[in-house]
Nanobody, 119 residues
Framework: QVQLVESGGGLVQSGGSLRLSCAASGSVSNVVHMAWYRQSPGLERELVADITKGGLTRYVDSVKGRFTIARDSGMHTLYLEMNSVKPENTAVYYC?????????????WGQGTLVTVSS
């Protein structure tokens, strides 16, 4: 099992910056991939950015060049640096971890942190 706790959400003005953190605990040594997702009201949850244990990253096109995903070497903490934020970035942001449990890969989720961008 992997437990995830997000923090860092809040109210930020358009054009501002915010840094989200996700603290992982439990069987962290089995984590192979972590990601940030977001969900806006009335919309499906979408992948924002992800990172492998080896450090490979991917971003949704709409945040490329503005958001940066990073993690510590032990996959204990995941970050999302959000710069030049826009009102459309308003959402609940969720941390996710994929870990090998027994012989299968399982996905774990945090409770989410709300980011509100004012215009």
């Amino acid at each position: 099992q992997v437990q995830l706790v997000e923090s860092g959400g809040g109210l930020v003005q358009s054009g501002g910056s915010l840094r989200l953190s996700c603290a992982a605990s439990g069987s962290v040594s089995n984590v192979v991939h972590m990601a940030w997702y977001r969900q806006s009201p009335g919309l499906e949850r979408e992948l924002v950015a992800d990172i492998t244990k080896g450090g490979l990253t991917r971003y949704v096109d709409s945040v490329k060049g503005r958001f940066t995903i990073a993690r510590d070497s032990g996959m204990h903490t995941l970050y999302l640096e959000m710069n030049s934020v826009k009102p459309e970035n308003t959402a609940v942001y969720y941390c996710s971890a994929n870990a090998l449990v027994d012989v299968s890969m399982r996905q774990f989720w945090g409770q989410g942190t709300l980011v509100t961008v004012s215009s």
